[in-house]
């Protein structure tokens, strides 16, 4: 696919590239990024220029993985870093993301997974974009709640990092979910709460 920019009122998310290696490099100094995300800790200089130069750019170009640089309509630092990944059944994705310290509590990131989400369920043709994150990463929590996931519980040993398997959350957010139609039809469970 080839690289897109989405907008939002604030935001711009556009393809990392080697400008941003500075910016992301020194984003990911901090401790809470290191801890709760799967990037490399320590996080090298080396590791900033691998992700915005290599990594990044194949991701587009093999149809897998589409990450984005965000960062403010009017220019300024890099606010974080967004990415939607291709899963194994057909029309799922996956959603991640950090926000640099400084932008932390503006709503910017919760602005990005909703611009992120209706391109995914529009030009990818999602029908589930999942949302993961080690239990304990609250912050994460509270944008996927606050973009509309719905929370659908936890899973044991759902994700390795940094050498360890650790337990995660789990939500997904569905097209209908904002109002977007779907690819294929969805047949909600029914209710068999009173079932014996």
Same mark, same amino acid.
């Given at each position: 696919?080839?690289?897109? &920019?989405?907008?939002?009122?604030?935001l711009?998310?556009?393809?990392?590239? $080697?400008?941003?290696?500075?910016?992301? @490099?020194?984003?990911?100094?901090? $401790?809470?990024?290191?801890?709760? !995300?799967?990037?490399?800790?320590p @996080?090298?200089?080396?590791?900033?220029? =691998? +992700? &915005?130069?290599?990594?990044?750019?194949?991701? +587009?170009?093999?149809?897998?993985?589409?990450?984005?640089?965000?960062?403010?309509?009017?220019?300024?630092?890099?606010?974080?870093?967004?990415?939607?990944?291709?899963?194994s059944?057909?029309? !799922? @994705?996956?959603?991640?993301? +950090?926000?640099?310290?400084?932008?932390?509590g503006?709503?910017?990131?919760?602005?990005?997974? =909703?611009?992120?989400?209706?391109?995914?369920?529009? %030009?990818?043709?999602?029908?589930?974009?999942?949302?993961?994150?080690?239990?304990?990463? !609250? $912050?994460?929590? %509270?944008?996927? =709640?606050?973009?509309?996931?719905?929370?659908?519980?936890?899973?044991?040993?759902?994700?390795?990092?940094?050498?360890?398997?650790?337990? !995660? +959350?789990?939500?997904?957010?569905?097209?209908?979910?904002?109002?977007?139609?779907?690819?294929? $039809?969805?047949?909600?469970?029914?209710?068999?709460?009173?079932a014996?």
């Open positions: 696919m080839e690289p897109i &920019t989405l907008t939002t009122e604030r711009l998310l556009r393809p990392f590239g $080697p400008q941003d290696a500075d910016a992301s @490099y020194l984003a990911c100094q901090d $401790p809470d990024i290191q801890r709760w !995300t799967v990037i490399p800790s @996080y090298t200089r080396a590791d900033a220029e =691998l +992700w &915005t130069e290599k990594l990044s750019p194949a991701g +587009w170009q093999e149809d897998t993985m589409y990450n984005f640089a965000v960062v403010r309509r009017g220019g300024g630092p890099l606010v974080g870093a967004l990415g939607v990944n291709r899963c059944l057909p029309g !799922t @994705y996956e959603v991640g993301f +950090w926000t640099a310290k400084e932008h932390r503006t709503g910017y990131t919760t602005e990005a997974v =909703l611009a992120a989400a209706r391109w995914a369920f529009t %030009a990818l043709a999602a029908d589930r974009l999942e949302w993961r994150a080690e239990i304990g990463n !609250t $912050p994460s929590r %509270a944008v996927a =709640l606050r973009a509309g996931f719905r929370m659908e519980g936890e899973q044991r040993s759902a994700l390795f990092n940094k050498g360890i398997r650790r337990d !995660t +959350w789990t939500g997904a957010l569905l097209p209908a979910d904002l109002g977007l139609p779907g690819t294929h $039809p969805h047949r909600p469970a029914p209710d068999v709460s009173g014996l």
